[in-house]
Structures are given as structure tokens and as C-alpha cells.
């Protein structure tokens, strides 16, 4: 298996599901480029405005990005995610809302648990509100 392959598989792939609001999306993406834990990055354009997609591509120049020409809805987007994964053989996955944003450390955090526990499947953070982090 060639290099790079090798170390995608490593890599936890990231994947945003985009729709609306491109100042959410910004903000998203730029607190996940600021992660602790090295990871790629999928931005999935799920039927938005025409020129979302070459915005989004801008935004994040080392990330993937895949666009839905219609509304697949938040399943249908994040199934595109996950096929990317399965084709790539990723090992984890990782599924965020572009209106989040993430502490720095959170993939790191996240995958130290994981490793921890190789019994369990799925892992999810504590979300707090953003104006309300006691809530």
C-alpha cells in the first residue's frame, strides 16, 4: 500500500456537513484546522447555493470537498461522508455540524478515549451552548 494511503487510514477523517450559512461553516472549519490531533478533512456541500462549493474549497485548501447537487438531508449528507471513509479504509470517523465549533484538543480527547476502550464503536463530546457553556 502506497505512503499516503497508509497514513490516511491512520488519519481520522473529519466530515462537515454544509448547508446555509457559509459564516457558520468558517467558523467550524477553522476550529477544527486548529486541532491537536492530525486529521483530514471532508466538507460535503449538501445542495447549497452554486457557489458554496468553490467558497468551501477556499476556506479549508487542504480539504476534501464533495457536493450534492440536491438536498440530501443530514443522513443523506453524512452517507456521502461515510462511503468516503469506507472507500479509504478510515479507521475512524468523525461527524460534526458546521454551526459547532470544537475545543482545540477535542479529536485528541476523543481518540484517547477510544483507544482505551477498542470494544466500543462510537464515541460522541459534551456539546455545551457557545453563550451558555454551563448549559
Do not use: Y
Not at 452554486?50 to 452517507?79: F, Y
Amino acid at each position: 500500500m502506497p505512503a499516503a494511503a497508509a497514513s490516511r487510514q491512520e488519519h481520522p477523517l473529519i466530515v462537515v456537513l454544509h448547508w446555509g450559512d457559509l459564516a457558520l461553516t468558517a467558523a467550524c472549519v477553522a476550529s477544527l484546522a486548529a486541532q491537536t490531533a492530525a486529521a483530514d478533512l471532508l466538507l460535503i456541500d449538501n445542495g447549497g447555493e452554486p457557489d458554496a462549493t468553490e467558497t468551501l474549497r477556499s476556506m479549508a485548501p487542504g480539504a476534501a470537498v464533495l457536493r450534492s447537487e440536491t438536498n440530501l438531508g443530514v443522513a443523506g449528507g453524512r452517507n456521502l461522508g461515510l462511503a468516503r471513509a469506507m472507500v479509504e479504509s478510515r479507521r475512524w470517523v468523525f461527524l460534526f455540524d458546521n454551526d459547532a465549533v470544537a475545543a482545540p484538543d477535542l479529536l485528541e480527547q476523543l481518540l484517547g478515549v477510544a483507544e482505551q476502550h477498542p470494544s466500543v464503536a462510537l464515541f460522541g463530546p459534551k456539546i455545551v451552548d457557545i453563550d451558555q457553556p454551563g448549559r
